[in-house]
């Protein structure tokens, strides 16, 4: 049996579904847990396979072997918001950021700097919200959370994600699946490989079961993205790029990615990878 850890966020609950969905079926369970408490879960043995931020699979590559196949990136993402009071460029001058969130506050340092040619002060704010953004007195709040609902103040909401693919014309990997070092194996490839198709496969339909708007309609349908592959390889190293220039990252060393023992591209019918 092998539990995998995935985030306790809306973007992820189709892929979620899938799991329970096929737990009769495959050898897996599924806990939900912030970020941090997926990432540990794979240090303590309490999972085997973990979702975690493509940022941290940069900076410890010596814990975790990351998965290949499968991940999780977007053309866009309606739940990573920049709400800027004013207007964009160099008015922006602070940015409020939850200190639980440090990739996208970097995405978001990234994305000023080379696509508004901004470079604000971030300023750490704990549990930032859609109720408590307008309490804060900086030029802009970076939002990270589970409603798309619009907020009621004076100035523009970017969405992150999609601004990142106007920069580089990638998709934005937001996290990878690991194991621990050493421990990584085909059999964990292939469950991720059948969860991610059967996500794919079914998410068309699941959008419908509930009331949701048109715009996350689309973005579980067509935004969100699954496959590690060579779209999503172009978008890491241009992350890593960014990041390592912006002196986010000491080195520009290889994610350590599992080779396969055995291909699954021979013997499965439309592969992941």
């Given at each position: 049996?092998?539990?995998i850890a995935?985030w306790?966020?809306?973007?992820?609950?189709?892929?979620?579904?899938?799991?329970s969905?096929?737990?009769?079926?495959?050898?897996?369970?599924?806990?939900r847990?912030?970020?941090?408490e997926?990432?540990?879960?794979v240090?303590d043995?309490s999972?085997q396979?973990a979702?975690?931020?493509i940022?941290?699979a940069?900076?410890?590559?010596?814990l975790?072997?990351v998965?290949?196949?499968?991940?999780?990136?977007?053309?866009d993402?309606?739940?990573?918001?920049?709400?800027?009071?004013?207007?964009?460029?160099?008015?922006?001058?602070?940015?409020?950021?939850?200190?639980a969130?440090?990739?996208?506050?970097?995405?978001?340092?990234?994305?000023?700097?080379?696509?508004?040619?901004?470079?604000?002060?971030?300023?750490?704010?704990?549990q930032?919200?859609?109720?408590?953004?307008?309490?804060?007195?900086?030029?802009?709040?970076?939002?990270?959370?589970?409603?798309?609902?619009l907020?009621?103040?004076?100035?523009?909401q970017?969405?992150?994600?999609?601004?990142?693919?106007e920069?580089t014309?990638?998709?934005?990997?937001?996290?990878v699946?690991?194991?621990?070092?050493?421990?990584?194996?085909d059999e964990?490839?292939?469950?991720?490989?059948?969860?991610?198709?059967?996500?794919?496969?079914?998410?068309?339909?699941?959008?419908?079961?509930n009331?949701?708007?048109?715009?996350?309609?689309?973005?579980?349908?067509?935004?969100?993205?699954?496959?590690?592959?060579d779209?999503?390889?172009?978008?890491?190293?241009a992350?890593?790029?960014?990041?390592?220039?912006?002196?986010?990252?000491?080195?520009?060393?290889?994610?350590?990615?599992?080779?396969?023992?055995?291909?699954?591209?021979d013997?499965?019918?439309?592969?992941?990878?």
């Amino acid at each position: 049996m092998m539990t995998i850890a995935l985030w306790d966020e809306a973007a992820l609950d189709f892929f979620s579904r899938a799991a329970s969905e096929l737990s009769g079926k495959l050898p897996i369970d599924v806990i939900r847990a912030s970020r941090r408490e997926c990432r540990d879960a794979v240090i303590d043995g309490s999972a085997q396979i973990a979702l975690i931020p493509i940022l941290q699979a940069f900076r410890e590559t010596e814990l975790f072997d990351v998965l290949p196949a499968v991940s999780l990136s977007s053309w866009d993402n309606p739940y990573v918001r920049l709400l800027v009071k004013e207007s964009l460029g160099s008015s922006i001058k602070t940015v409020a950021i939850d200190p639980a969130f440090p990739q996208e506050a970097l995405l978001a340092k990234v994305i000023l700097k080379e696509h508004y040619s901004s470079e604000p002060v971030f300023q750490p704010a704990m549990q930032l919200s859609s109720k408590t953004a307008s309490e804060y007195q900086e030029d802009a709040v970076l939002l990270i959370q589970d409603t798309t609902e619009l907020i009621d103040h004076p100035g523009m909401q970017l969405d992150l994600g999609r601004d990142w693919f106007e920069l580089t014309h990638y998709p934005m990997v937001w996290g990878v699946f690991v194991m621990g070092k050493g421990q990584a194996n085909d059999e964990a490839v292939r469950i991720l490989r059948t969860l991610a198709q059967y996500t794919e496969l079914y998410s068309g339909d699941w959008v419908f079961e509930n009331t949701i708007s048109e715009p996350l309609k689309s973005f579980y349908t067509e935004g969100l993205r699954y496959r590690l592959d060579d779209l999503a390889v172009a978008g890491i190293t241009a992350l890593q790029d960014y990041l390592y220039y912006n002196e986010a990252l000491e080195d520009m060393s290889p994610l350590p990615m599992y080779e396969l023992a055995h291909d699954q591209e021979d013997d499965e019918e439309g592969p992941l990878l």
